[in-house]
């Protein structure tokens, strides 16, 4: 029996905490936080030390499985299914062929390489992801704002004075769309040095309890953001040299502004002007300052405008790209960069078939899957290969997907766990845990504060027959004649390409990115920088500087002409998002439900795992004493949520952190099917049956569904 520990970090979420894993004769026993990582230092949050409860689950996919006529699975060899898989896809057009990757992909940079190499081989509009439930508004909002649409701009948190944070709640999420290891450290740091940190949110959420609430109606915000833009503009606060220097088209938000004075909007948003007046002066006043915006900012039905007005903040405040403002990202492993500027990840270089969404880093809003399999003509999605993904959960109108996935002529999923979507699958292939595979860390790890990178082996050899995603795709693509990354013209030598004795890896790809990287050793031609010895001779990670670097407006900005390194604060798009900027009334659904994260859940991929289920979870919605009065609601009792689309059951929680007006649900419940038993019992409610599909309930510009203040009413069950 041989014991040993070895290095590695978590990739659940954003922050890749240092974990240190304990082995034994392959098999992984236990999970702790590495003291000796530079950034987490010995902390990690439950997710990650419970990921052994994952890691060993007796009810992990661990061989292929074929759907048979009664509808349940049979063990399968992988030749078995990679032949049948491929021979059915060559029966397909390419673009009638689609793929759904989801969240745990931004998490491998393999699995991420190959989805996309896989998406462009086929020449398909039929590429989804969890973004259009997550973060693309904000994308798009770089796009218009910095003609990049792979731009994360990120809070300087070890250096700011002041920092608004919108629709964000980092004492849960640990920090989204930025990588900032112990960010409850980062925020009780900058009260000790005299800054504040104010939460503006609807709900009391757990970071809004440990400082300054700004409650706001769901949806409000970019009429707050506004009204703060009105005092700033009408008192002269703004800095006019930081205007001139960092943008053009300051006149559309000068004249949007005046139109929103506090008074104005305190109806929409809840905020008292004189509220409003004191934020503004008080942010403009600060030696520095950052606004952050996250998931509660991203999913209403102006999310890309929220985001956009965000940065704008920032910018006229002369907070934009300087110490303890607003910083922007830039990749140790230049992958993004890379791939945007070759044309792999791109805005608007194409229209959805249905609805005509531009797509969003190639990818095209996921609401419109159900509708895409049904609605006949050329170009239909015919077949799916869905990647770590749970769309029947995760996507609006579950039961209308669900229904859809059975017309399908293949369907197809790499996964960990028989779900409530790969249920309806032909094939469920066993993807490796992040535990069995080698990384680095691409995407959010460059929107961080302190620049530092860790790579890491596989920490245990793969359990059962599961195979890295990267290498499943790249199996159905050779048998199915689609030539990864192939683009253009190129997709015609397919059949000569996928045949080759010799093809590429994600590895050789994403460790020559690194050394060509901004800290690469340019093979061998920069003294002292990085590469892949390196980087595993410090197990730990390598810190390469203090602070994240300013100064880098210029070299961000993809414009040309005379905006040449300037941010563009008029782009037309955003000019009729502002004309068209009108609140939802509906008087039969008066009450606007709102999402919440869980500190023990994660999405809906982890209500399998005992530790994090231990206890007296279960699924509520929380509702403001007063809604509950008023529609006869008792605490604990069952409640009705009926939106315009849709109705669930679950448990009423009567609590003052929601205002009246406001109902708050956490996603990623309700599990029905599928091989997780735990999670099938542990009940709730999926909370996305409440939203729409419809082409005009998806938002324009970034092809978002709407999934925050959407319009409920309440009513008692029984």
């Not at 080698?438 to 990178?453: M, N, Q």
Request: aromatic share 6%; net charge neutral; glycine share 10%.
């Amino acid at each position: 029996m041989t014991t040993e520990t070895r290095v590695t970090y978590c990739r659940i979420c954003e922050p890749l905490c240092g974990l240190v894993a304990t082995v034994e004769d392959g098999r992984l026993q236990s999970l702790r936080p590495d003291p000796d990582h530079p950034l987490s230092r010995g902390q990690a949050c439950p997710k990650g030390i419970a990921f052994t409860d994952i890691q060993n689950d007796p009810d992990r996919v661990l061989h292929p499985l074929r759907r048979t006529a009664s509808g349940e699975f049979e063990q399968v060899s992988w030749d078995e299914a990679l032949d049948d898989i491929g021979q059915r896809l060559r029966r397909i057009a390419h673009d009638e062929i689609g793929i759904y990757y989801g969240n745990p992909s931004a998490f491998s940079y393999s699995h991420a390489l190959w989805a996309i190499g896989f998406a462009k081989g086929l020449g398909t509009k039929h590429v989804y992801g969890a973004g259009s439930q997550d973060i693309n508004s904000r994308f798009v909002a770089s796009q218009l704002l910095y003609g990049s649409v792979t731009q994360i701009p990120f809070p300087d948190l070890p250096r700011t004075d002041f920092l608004l944070m919108i629709g964000a709640n980092p004492l849960v999420s640990h920090g989204s769309a930025l990588s900032a290891p112990r960010i409850k450290d980062h925020l009780s740091a900058i009260v000790k040095r005299g800054g504040r940190v104010v939460v503006v949110d609807p709900r009391r959420t757990e970071t809004a309890k440990a400082y300054e609430h700004l409650a706001v109606r769901p949806d409000g915000d970019a009429w707050l953001l506004l009204s703060l833009l009105h005092v700033l503009f009408a008192e002269n606060l703004v800095d006019d040299a930081a205007i001139a220097a960092q943008s053009t088209g300051v006149e559309l938000i000068r004249s949007a502004a005046a139109a929103h004075s506090p008074e104005s909007t305190a109806a929409i948003t809840g905020v008292e002007p004189d509220v409003v007046r004191a934020l503004a002066r008080d942010l403009a006043a600060a030696p520095s300052a950052t606004v952050y915006g996250r998931t509660g900012a991203c999913l209403g039905r102006n999310a890309t405008l929220v985001s956009f007005l965000i940065d704008v903040v920032t910018l006229v405040t002369g907070n934009l790209d300087r110490a303890g403002g607003t910083l922007f990202s830039h990749g140790i492993i230049p992958a993004e960069e890379i791939a945007e500027r070759v044309g792999l990840i791109t805005y608007d270089s194409g229209r959805s078939r249905l609805g005509g969404f531009p797509d969003v880093l190639g990818t095209y809003p996921a609401a419109l899957m159900a509708d895409e399999i049904t609605t006949p003509g050329a170009g239909r999605l015919r077949a799916l290969v869905v990647t770590a993904g749970n769309p029947v959960l995760s996507c609006p109108d579950g039961e209308k997907l669900e229904a859809a996935l059975e017309q399908l002529d293949l369907l197809v999923s790499v996964d960990l766990y028989v779900n409530d979507t790969n249920k309806h699958a032909d094939y469920v292939l066993p993807a490796t845990t992040w535990l069995e595979r080698e990384d680095y860390p691409i995407g959010v790890a460059s929107a961080s504060p302190t620049p530092f990178l860790q790579s890491t082996e596989a920490v245990v050899p793969a359990y059962g027959e599961a195979r890295p995603e990267w290498q499943v795709i790249d199996e159905i693509a050779r048998r199915a004649g689609i030539g990864l990354f192939h683009l253009g013209a190129l997709r015609r030598l397919a059949g000569l390409t996928t045949r080759l004795p010799v093809r590429p890896t994600p590895r050789l790809m994403i460790e020559s990115m690194l050394r060509i990287g901004p800290h690469g050793d340019l093979f061998g031609l920069r003294r002292g920088g990085l590469n892949p010895a390196k980087l595993r001779a410090n197990p730990h990670g390598v810190r390469l500087d203090e602070f994240a670097a300013t100064g880098r407006l210029t070299s961000v900005v993809r414009r040309r002409g005379t905006g040449r390194g300037k941010a563009r604060l008029d782009p037309p798009e955003i000019a009729a998002e502002l004309a068209a900027l009108t609140p939802v009334i509906d008087d039969e659904h008066p009450l606007r439900l709102i999402g919440l994260r869980e500190l023990r859940s994660h999405n809906s991929w982890q209500h399998n795992a005992p530790t994090l289920m231990k206890g007296k979870r279960r699924h509520t919605a929380r509702i403001n004493p007063e809604d509950a009065a008023a529609a006869g609601i008792e605490d604990g009792a069952r409640v009705a949520i009926t939106s315009p689309h849709g109705r669930i059951e679950t448990i009423a929680q009567l609590t003052d952190e929601v205002g009246p007006g406001t109902v708050a649900v956490p996603h990623g419940w309700g599990h029905r099917g599928g091989g997780w038993q735990r999670a099938n019992a542990a009940g709730g409610a999926n909370v996305n049956q409440l939203m729409s599909t419809a082409v005009e309930d998806v938002e324009r510009l970034a092809g978002m569904s709407h999934l925050n203040a959407v319009p409920v009413r309440l009513e008692p069950v029984g």
